[in-house]
């Protein structure tokens, strides 16, 4: 394997695409974490007392705590204190009308790939672009209206929908959840707010594109999507940041709730800026993300492509409380170079006749580590649960590390629950192959790696499917010989 | 088409193949036997430039080009195609994605324009008829849970599509039961059309009653030691390989 390790010396940080800055006028909190920051964040978003008390309870909540530190990574402490925690571009900006964005930031969009413009809109798709702390704009909002689904920022839906935020919000994840949690909670700045009515099948993909673009900022973002009964909803997060040296920290909060009958699809193609290839600045993506089904027969879907973020530490839930009630996790994670991944996810049956499946494709390259952590349990009354899980590792080169750490707990006789896992590595073999038949070697590991991966690519939805895997190619590019 | 003069490799310090000389021109078939440990799966293999083989000597020439000096994915998109004796499976790689991914990927490096998937899914269409492939094949993973003739059928519909100028068939018949070996045999014929040239790699003689050779070369410790036409095949079937090992022994002694 002489010619792989030569070949894996010479990676070299590839371009990352997506590492430009935007030049614009921001307007920012000042450094650091008090009380006047929520307050300074709260005034900013002209918010209701309500609002204003929950951050303030959740801010004295988190200064109680301290960081964990069961992962299995390592990263220097964050000092909280020498973080943004608001960053909005100057300009006021109304959420109606595209016209009045920045033309900047509507380049920036562009530039991303990701056109705010209905006119030349991805074909059924709707999008909430997010820009550091703010929503700059959501398309496709009065065709959604007619059906009665409501897609906006949170901010506006603070104000718009204010019965549906108090009942929901803080109801999977509440602020004493994590320590990040309680962080998020505290300081949140913007996110998607979604809200499907009874038996609406939403005609469209709904999607958020997040981007970090101000310097030393943190961002942390809160998503809450409801699904009545009898609805269904797909949706779709992007996230990408400038290349920075210094660690930037994105701490979001998801929360879904499905109601009876109801289904939640949630895809994230998660592409934040990974670092350097010495490990140098990228976002630590530490974020909370859980669903409920609430009533019986919901389901949750849970999709992602991971393959930014220096450090990337989630576990995306479900929580299944009603009766007959599904939940899935689909999971590509990819670390290249000095990233680190700790994911996996926790499945919670608490109802009769539940079920869930994970799938989880983990690929390791350059002097990477990655970890599927992953919870199984079955509680007391959970009757006849049942769950699956396959785990698979792919290791290319001989430098990076995959880890398993399986739990399972299981609290009733009568529950089913099944745990596969595999190890392999890219053979030397499968790529001669591929380039006997005149496919190089980066093309090849592409196509190996996407083989590998096809089972949790297939849950994409088509129009997002492409783009994650020309990303999982490009992720990996230069990583073996 | 493809000429070898003096050619030696070895592997991990051990010499297998010490001074093999080949002419192979436009149109022939030629058959390479020996016994085994001869060195006919390692000429294989350095000729399609895998990476664990040292060449020590010697030169190869395709069309002009010097063929050593190329990656191996260069040689494929030149014209050179290995059927191998282990063809790998690739999990998630349907047969048709993976051929389009070749294809295409020898037009660009030919300065063509990638194909239409329709007007690929068209060519693949004709090229498993002329194969009789089962259309199911080309769905599934590449290779994955293929029986050995699966497997081998498989690799001469992938040089069916590829067109290659020059095809190295490496034990093309192991393993493969008398159907197999009639249906892996009946598609290389359709593919011979006087320009493509065959280098058959093989331990027995049986598959040259099926794919009928211009030359027979004998391998024998790195070097060729006899050659002759088919009717050599035949006489290597009758009295084995032990004579000619005698006769390389004399040789060696005087």
């Known amino acids: 394997m002489a010619e792989e390790v030569d070949i894996i010396d010479q990676v070299v940080g590839q371009e990352y695409k ?24 709260s005034s900013k978003k002209t918010e209701p007392e309500w609002m204003l008390e929950y951050r303030l309870k959740a801010f004295k909540y988190w200064q109680g705590l301290t960081a964990p530190s069961w992962q299995n990574f390592s990263y220097p402490a964050v000092d ?11 300009e006021k900006i109304t959420l109606d009308s595209l016209d009045q964005v920045d ?84 300081v949140f700045s913007d996110g998607s707010f979604v809200y499907i009515p009874k038996g609406v099948r939403c005609p469209m993909e709904l999607s958020t594109y997040f981007r970090i673009n101000a310097e030393n900022t943190g961002q942390f973002e809160r998503t809450l999507i409801i699904a ?26 998801v929360e879904l709730i499905a109601l009876e009958n109801a289904e939640i699809k949630y895809s994230t193609v998660q592409n934040w800026y990974p670092g350097d290839k010495n490990g140098k600045g990228g976002i ?68 009769k006749n539940t079920k869930s499946r994970i799938v989880s494709k983990g690929i390791s390259a350059g002097k990477s580590h990655n970890t599927y952590r992953g919870l199984v349990k079955v509680n007391k009354k959970a009757d006849k649960a049942r769950n699956h899980t396959q785990c698979d590792s792919m290791l290319i080169g001989d ?34 192959y591929c380039n006997q038949r005149g496919i190089g070697t980066e093309e090849a590991i592409g196509l190996i790696v996407n083989g590998f991966c096809r089972e949790v690519l297939n849950q994409l939805p088509m129009e997002f499917a492409v783009e994650a895997q020309k990303l999982l190619a490009v992720s990996l590019e230069g990583s073996v010989g | 088409m493809l000429e070898i003069k003096d050619l030696k490799a070895e592997i991990e310090g051990k010499k297998i193949l010490n001074g093999i000389n080949l002419v192979v021109k436009p149109g022939e078939v030629h058959a390479i036997m020996g016994p085994n440990g001869a060195g006919k799966s390692t000429l294989s293999a350095v000729l399609a430039g895998r990476a664990d083989y040292a060449v020590k000597g010697g030169e190869v020439s395709f069309n002009g080009n010097d063929l050593l000096e190329m990656s191996p994915e260069d040689r494929a ?40 998937a329709t007007a690929f899914l068209k060519f693949m269409r004709e090229k498993m008829e002329l194969m009789e492939m089962d259309k199911a094949l080309t769905s ?56 493509r040239s065959f280098v058959v790699i093989t331990h027995y003689q049986r598959l040259l009653d099926y794919i009928v050779p211009d030359f027979v070369h004998v391998l024998y410790k790195g070097r060729i030691v006899k050659s002759g036409d088919a009717s050599l095949a035949k006489e290597l079937e009758a009295k084995g390989y032990d004579w000619i090992k005698a006769e390389v022994e004399q040789e060696a002694n005087t």
């Open chain 1, 18 to 41: 997506y590492g430009f800055t935007t030049n614009i006028e921001m307007e920012t909190a000042p450094k650091g974490l008090t009380e006047d920051t929520i307050r300074f964040i």
């Open chain 1, 80 to 90: 909280y204190q020498n973080i943004i925690y608001y960053a909005a571009p100057k």
């Open chain 1, 103 to 186: 033309p900047e930031l509507l380049k920036t969009f562009e530039k991303l790939g990701i056109s705010l413009s209905e006119q030349k809109r991805l074909t059924g798709v709707a999008v909430d672009a997010v820009f550091d702390s703010v929503s700059i704009a959501t398309t496709f909002k009065d065709q959604l209206k007619e059906k009665g689904i409501i897609f906006c920022s949170m901010s506006e839906a603070v104000h718009e929908h204010p019965d549906l935020v108090k009942k929901y919000l803080s109801s999977v994840v509440p602020y004493t959840d994590n320590f990040f949690a309680a962080l998020n909670a505290a």
């Open chain 1, 228 to 253: 009545d009964e009898g609805s269904y909803v797909s949706y779709l997060e992007g996230c990408t940041a400038p290349m920075r040296d210094e660690n930037q920290l994105h701490a979001a909060v």
């Open chain 1, 284 to 351: 630590y993506n530490f974020v909370t993300k859980r669903g409920i089904c609430l009533g019986d027969y919901a389901k949750i879907s849970w999709t992602q492509v991971e393959t930014g973020s220096a450090i990337t530490w989630k576990y995306p839930s479900c929580i299944l409380k009603g009766d007959h009630s599904v939940g899935e996790f689909f999971s590509v994670a990819v670390t290249n170079n000095m990233q680190q991944a700790d994911t996996g996810t926790k499945m919670i049956h608490i109802g």
């Open chain 1, 399 to 432: 430098r990076s590390g995959a880890h398993t750490f399986p739990y399972i707990e299981i609290n009733n006789k009568t529950g089913m629950v099944e745990h596969e896992a595999s190890t392999s590595k890219i053979g030397e073999d499968q790529i001669f």
């Open chain 2, 77 to 116: 998109r030149e014209g050179v195609f290995l059927a191998f004796q282990y063809p790998v499976e690739i999990p998630g790689v349907s047969t048709t994605n993976f051929l389009k991914t070749a294809i295409n990927e020898k037009r660009k490096y030919l300065g063509l324009e990638p194909m239409e």
């Open chain 2, 140 to 195: 599934r993973s590449l290779n994955e849970g293929f029986s050995g003739g699966e497997k081998k059928r498989n690799e001469v519909f992938q040089m069916a599509m590829l067109e290659p100028k020059l095809t190295i068939m490496d034990e093309t018949d192991s393993g493969l039961d008398i159907d197999a070996l009639r249906l892996v045999s009946a598609g290389v014929n359709k593919l011979k059309d006087g320009e």
